[in-house]
């Protein structure tokens, strides 16, 4: 059974930074890709980052240069750095995997198979 639990949310100040974790168990680290997304009030779910098993990553344009994705396959983590905070960025954050033995970092929601709860970050200015 594949869990993703995701932690690190919280509350910043803009231009600060908060660093997000996703613990992932049942799910076979060896080809995959993975991602974060995040659904503020009112809007759809958008993605925000994606990472394959080949390190490539891909970002959305309103976080490229401020939020870095990363995996520590030893530790079965995923992360999401985040500096240079915006208001706009506050949403629930959510983690995602793909299919298994799958590759090519994406942000299309419907390509992901296995989801977190979701954790809040909140910005104020």
């Known amino acids: 059974q594949v869990q993703l639990v995701e932690s690190g949310g919280g509350s910043g100040q803009a231009g600060g930074s908060l660093r997000l974790s996703c613990a992932v168990s049942g799910y076979t680290l060896s080809s995959y890709y993975m991602g974060w997304f995040r659904q503020a009030p009112g809007k759809e779910r958008e993605g925000v980052a994606s990472i394959d098993s080949g390190g490539s990553a891909i970002y959305a344009d309103a976080v490229k240069g401020r939020f870095t994705i990363s995996v520590d396959n030893a530790k079965n983590t995923l992360y999401l750095q985040m500096n240079s905070l915006k208001p706009e960025d506050t949403a629930i954050y959510y983690c995602?995997?793909?299919?298994?033995?799958?590759?090519?970092?994406?942000?299309?929601?419907?390509?992901?198979?296995?989801w977190g709860q979701g954790t809040q970050v909140t910005v104020s200015s």
């Open positions: 995602a995997a793909g299919p298994f033995f799958s590759s090519g970092p994406r942000l299309g929601w419907w390509d992901y198979n296995y």
